[in-house]
């Protein structure tokens, strides 16, 4: 009963997590709570894969590993962590993990000498994304209850974390583009502020930038609000010379 009611409540604990709008790193998080509940490991590590550069990085980690996080990378196929995601199988092994022929010490991680390993994929609409490393200190015979719960969480999870990684993306790319529209707006509204300085004061085009440059540097403004004061002021003088349409009129009379 007791194993059916961790089931359930681990069942509970993935709806609410794939309901819910958590971060990536949330999600990692969540990911590695779960491990811990199913296995009451020493140790969890998840890798996912960058789809960029096709390489496998270390994630999040329940040990911390500040250094190791995002920077240590695994190549596909290489070590037990490769292996499994090329064949989109677990690996598990009870002991002398470190004496498999599969296995390649990782440089930072003192997990890599505990005694029993199991490393489960991570699934996202058949593909693997990454992998939940489980490390346990001594020797742990991993059930087949364990290997199917775990592999319930990485195909469960696998798919919230892909949407959850793609959503921060466009995000991303979201914020990108509203920098860069952003930026050739500056642009535009320099290369107007220097017509008007170069006509103004027959400055050259190169003249006309460094004045507005330094100006922008004296008065501790940025260089676009700068350009719309000019732009205003320049738009406002030109609007004040104009005849009025009364005055016009009066001298058609």
Known sequence: ?????????????????IASNRSVDEMLGEIIGMTVQVTGCDACLVYLIEAATGE????????????????????????????AIEHKNVVALPEKAYQDQ?????????????????????????????VI???????HDYTPQEIALLNFVG???GGALARARLEEENTRLAAEAEEMRRQLETRKL??????????????TEEEAYLRLRNESRRLRRP??????????????????????THTTEAESD
Not at 103 to 123: H, K, N
Not at 191 to 202: M, N, S, V
Request: aromatic share 4%; net charge negative; proline share 3%.
């Open 1 to 17: 009963m007791e194993s059916l009611s961790g089931e359930v409540s681990l069942l509970h604990r993935i709806s609410s997590i």
């Open 56 to 83: 496998i990085v270390l994630r999040a980690s329940q040990v911390p590993h500040a250094s190791e996080i995002g920077q240590l990378t695994v190549a596909a196929g290489q070590g037990l962590t490769g292996w």
């Open 102 to 130: 599969r296995f390649i010490r990782l440089p930072g991680l003192v997990e890599d000498t505990y005694e029993a390993f199991c490393s489960v994929p991570l699934i996202s609409s058949g593909e693997v994304i990454g």
């Open 133 to 139: 490393n489980v490390h346990h200190r001594e020797h």
């Open 155 to 157: 195909e469960q999870m």
């Open 190 to 203: 320099v290369e107007r502020a220097k017509g008007i300085l170069q006509f103004k004061f027959h400055l």
């Open 223 to 244: 260089m676009r609000d700068l350009a719309e004061a000019i732009i205003l002021t320049e738009e406002l003088s030109r609007k004040a010379a104009e005849p009025s």
